[in-house]
């Protein structure tokens, strides 16, 4: 299913729905950083999706990194809330939705890099790297934040 991301652009579809999401930063001992080339709009993004009813904030960031990225992970910490109003991901399908997600700090604890339906390619990037990557801005905004150090944020 394609995606379009938009935000603060004017001729944003109105929102029909908001789902709690989680996404994860996932860092290595050597400070690279875990990101994926989305399928549905070819950009490169941290590991995340939506949370499933039974499942806690921490067991959705690890199930979708898993997901996505064959990659097992834990939690250590909290980078960040993402709620802008005005940031909509309109989907083939008619949902319009919402930004509503909270970014997870995770470290690799197993498996082994895989692509998924969701993803084209899986790759670890030096920081430095991650600057020239294309990607939509809420999911820069949370890899800055958590480079800058300066988290737990709320926006």
């Not at 990101?35 to 690890?62: F, H, T």
Request: aromatic share 8%; with cysteine.
């Amino acid at each position: 299913m394609g995606r379009i991301d938009y935000e603060d652009d004017p001729n944003a579809p109105e929102p029909n729905s908001l789902v709690p999401a989680a996404s994860v930063v996932v860092v290595d001992d050597s400070g690279n950083v875990l990101l994926q080339r989305r399928v549905d709009n070819g950009l490169w993004a941290l590991p995340g999706g939506k949370m499933e009813l039974g499942e806690s904030l921490a067991e959705c960031g690890i199930r979708e990194t898993k997901e996505e990225t064959g990659l097992e992970v834990e939690i250590i910490g909290i980078v960040g809330t993402y709620t802008n109003p005005r940031h909509v991901f309109a989907y083939d399908d008619g949902e319009v939705r919402q930004e509503f997600s909270i970014c997870l700090l995770g470290k690799p604890v197993g498996g082994t890099l895989a692509v998924s339906d969701e993803s084209h390619e899986v790759s670890w990037f030096t920081p430095d790297e991650v600057d020239r990557l294309p990607m939509v801005e809420s999911i820069r905004r949370r890899f800055e934040d958590w480079r800058s150090g300066a988290y737990p944020v709320i926006r």
